[in-house]
């Protein structure tokens, strides 16, 4: 193989630029980075060494070894992982695959290059931060498997990189770094000892210094623990340590919210160390992003987004699980049925759910933010995870017509709240909670004291059904059927009032039931409006506006729905038309105060009105008489 210079791609030097030129501090992350790569690679041989067991025939001793020689000014991270070939050289290292660089650079310039380890781990371009601390980096690689050649990859990270034949004779992968004036610190051993301390004494594997120039002794001590951090006691985790392996796991520079370590034994035995995250990523809703946890079979690496130890709704756990109940030579086809891992996946989401119940009960603000960051999320379980229903109603929380802005309340907050006189919870559906808020449906409703929770979010349109009593109290929609709240005094009196009242008004009815035969189903009076004129209220089992809006949407067929138009007795409007029909059951302008009504009800509920131009100019031809 001849030498070969290539050019980087734009987006990889863009991010060398921004990672060499940064005005950052804490160059020391470079080493993090370079030892979590090397950790992937063993985890990778490791991993396919079990089923070609050729990959693995020189029955590696697993290790990491950090070289330094002073007189060159070098800096040797080897390993005996994977290795690379010329293909995997181009493809990790020439150009940048998945990491989105406008993405990182626009980061990068909003955080002002505070913080750029953070930025660097976030989008997958760990490799380039050795160009922080080194001139030049040099890299000598051999893949594991027949027929492989090592090849030499070399870089000043000023635009190109060269590739050529290597001398190399066990495979992995060895990086020397050339270090730039002032850089020397990475040279002493009690600095390195320090950084693997702090950043990588969990890596399983050992990490070892020889500051010979030559590969460290056989019997030299480890600089790490080696300990599976997920394999510790309870009492030796340290928060600094679960949040550097967070770290290490996730990308995530945020320090997680929860920190949750299992130890079950019994029918199945097996370890897990999990995390709540602070914030829900970008990639969280997408539909065909990987989800799951890391798994290991007796400290053996399995592969990473293993998700069938997690229901889809707990997809933003991150975590590692470690059984020795299941045989090394697992595949995901071989586990979609295996009754281990369905009991592994039940006693998981079992933990999950009663830590966030912890944390609703005992951290009420924490569980908060987490619920805004998550809660969309959670709320699936209502419509999959039927066995555990009753744990997932009792996570939930809503927005709700009686409080300020944004703030959210469970169901049994709500519960509580309620008085002595209501005997339902009542929710409505909206798209948004301005448009909630100031829903005609709810107006009786909240004068009387009583609450309604705004179902504001588009996934509770899909959940509503599934969400029928909480704690032996129905959930009720205030937008469909009959409504009747209050003592039973109370509503026989409201029943009456609104019996007058259709006796008092048939005829009016009866007139905005003709004209409006097309788009309504039946004209009543309602006892759930105090200030508003009107309102539309679906049948029972019908599907809401909300729903009805979305399902158009997606281009799905939706039968034409008509519902019912309810009517204020008490308001000026419904009065005027009927002294207007006693007086001329022919006025002009009885038609167009109905369809101005029916207009305005759609306008309430977050629906446009079927004709917006007539409505516009009945609105304003009313204007010019007043």
């Not at 609703?360 to 908060?368: G, I, L």
């Not at 009885?590 to 009105?609: H, I, M, R, T």
Request: hydrophobic share 40%.
């Amino acid at each position: 193989m001849s030498k070969k210079t290539r050019v980087f791609k734009a987006e990889v030097q863009q991010v060398l630029d921004l990672v060499i030129h940064s005005l950052y501090s804490k160059k020391e992350i470079f080493l993090r980075e370079l030892i979590s790569n090397a950790s992937d690679a063993i985890d990778r041989a490791q991993y396919l060494g079990l089923t070609d067991k050729s990959l693995i025939a020189d029955a590696p001793n697993w290790k990491i070894d950090l070289i330094v020689d002073k007189e060159d000014k070098t800096l040797t991270i080897t390993d005996n992982g994977i290795g690379m070939n010329e293909e995997d050289l181009d493809k990790n290292l020439g150009v940048i695959a998945n990491s989105g660089t406008k993405a990182f650079a626009q980061a990068l310039k909003e955080k002002q290059q505070t913080n750029i380890p953070e930025l660097i781990g976030q989008f997958g371009v760990g490799f380039y931060a050795a160009f922080m601390v080194a001139e030049s980096v040099t890299v000598i690689t051999l893949k594991r498997g027949e027929g492989q050649k090592a090849v030499k990859w070399t870089s000043t990270g000023t635009g190109s990189y060269t590739l050529e034949e290597a001398a190399r004779d066990k495979p992995g992968t060895t990086i020397v770094l050339k270090l730039r004036e002032g850089m020397e610190e990475f040279l002493n051993e009690w600095r390195l000892h320090e950084l693997v301390k702090k950043y990588s004494d969990f890596i399983a594997y050992p990490i070892r210094f020889s500051d010979t120039g030559e590969a460290p002794a056989e019997d030299a001590q480890p600089f790490n623990t080696m300990k599976a951090i997920w394999k510790r006691p309870k009492s030796e985790l340290t928060e600094e340590a679960t949040n550097e392996f967070y770290t290490h796991l996730t990308h995530d520079y945020n320090p997680p919210l929860k920190t949750i370590p299992m130890s079950v034994e019994g029918v199945v035995e097996f370890k897990a160390l999990l995390f709540l995250p602070k914030q829900a990523g970008i990639d969280l809703m997408m539909p065909n992003k990987k989800y799951g946890l890391h798994l290991y079979v007796r400290n053996v690496f399995i592969g990473a987004d293993f998700d069938l130890l997690l229901p889809e709704y707990l997809r933003f756990v991150k975590g590692v699980v470690d059984s020795s109940d299941l045989p090394l030579n697992v595949s995901r086809e071989m586990l979609q049925d295996d009754a281990v891992i369905r009991k592994i996946k039940s006693n998981i989401t079992g933990k999950v759910l009663s830590t966030l119940a912890e944390m609703m009960a005992d951290e009420p603000e924490t569980y908060t933010a987490f619920f805004t960051a998550f809660g969309r999320v959670l709320k699936e379980g209502l419509h999959h995870d039927y066995e555990n229903a009753d744990k997932l109603k009792a996570l939930m929380m809503f927005r709700s017509a009686t409080r300020d802005g944004n703030a959210l309340i469970s169901l049994a907050d709500y519960v509580k709240a309620m008085p002595e006189t209501q005997q339902d919870i009542y929710y409505l559906i909206a798209e948004d909670l301005e448009t909630a808020k100031r829903a005609p449906h709810i107006e009786a409703l909240t004068k009387r004291g009583y609450d309604v929770l705004l179902f504001t979010d588009p996934i509770d349109q899909w959940i509503a059904d599934t969400l029928r009593e909480f704690e032996g109290k129905k959930l009720v929609a205030v937008d469909k059927g009959a409504l009747e709240v209050g003592t039973d005094e109370e509503k026989a009196a409201a029943k009456k009032k609104i019996e007058t009242a259709a006796d008092d008004f048939k005829e009016l009815t009866a007139f905005i039931q003709e004209h409006l035969k097309d788009h309504v189903k039946e004209v009543r009076f309602s006892p759930r409006l105090t200030d508003s004129a009107c309102c539309l209220v679906a049948d029972e089992n019908a599907l809401n506006p909300s729903m009805e809006r979305l399902m158009r949407a997606m281009n799905q067929d939706v039968p034409k729905q008509l519902r019912t138009l309810e009517l204020n007795p008490d308001h000026a409007v419904i009065a005027r038309m009927k002294s207007m029909l006693e007086a001329d059951k022919a006025d002009p302008r009885l038609a167009d105060f109905a369809d101005l009504l029916f207009g305005q009800a759609l306008l309430a509920e977050g629906s446009a009105p079927q004709n917006p131009q007539r409505f516009t100019q009945l609105v304003a031809e009313l204007m010019t008489q007043v």
